[in-house]
């Protein structure tokens, strides 16, 4: 789904998952808890794009992952939405 394909993109263009915790139940709990929309967003935004690795990561390609990674599937652009991204 787009959500993974979120996911993919920021592996792509950073070299590490988006969540990454220091084992596998840290790692899920995180999943779950992410949230990039209103009240979340700041920390979790943070999260993706506060170090080094996201520091090159363009504006359009940050807003598209933004949007792919929302929690809620009908918040997220359609496949069709996506193709027509300046990305």
Not at 9 to 20: A, D, K, M, V
Not at 27 to 45: C, M, P, Q, S, Y
């Amino acid at each position: 789904d787009s959500w993974a394909l979120g996911c993919v993109i920021y592996q792509c263009l950073t070299g590490r998952p988006p969540i990454l915790e220091a084992d596998e139940s840290l790692t899920r709990n995180r999943i779950v808890a992410f949230n990039l929309d209103e009240g979340g967003k700041d920390d979790d935004e943070a999260h993706l794009f506060g170090d080094n690795h996201s520091a090159s990561v363009e504006p359009s390609a940050k807003k598209l992952i933004v949007q792919l990674l929302k929690r809620h599937a009908i918040e997220r652009p359609s496949m069709q939405q996506v193709a027509r991204e300046d990305f």
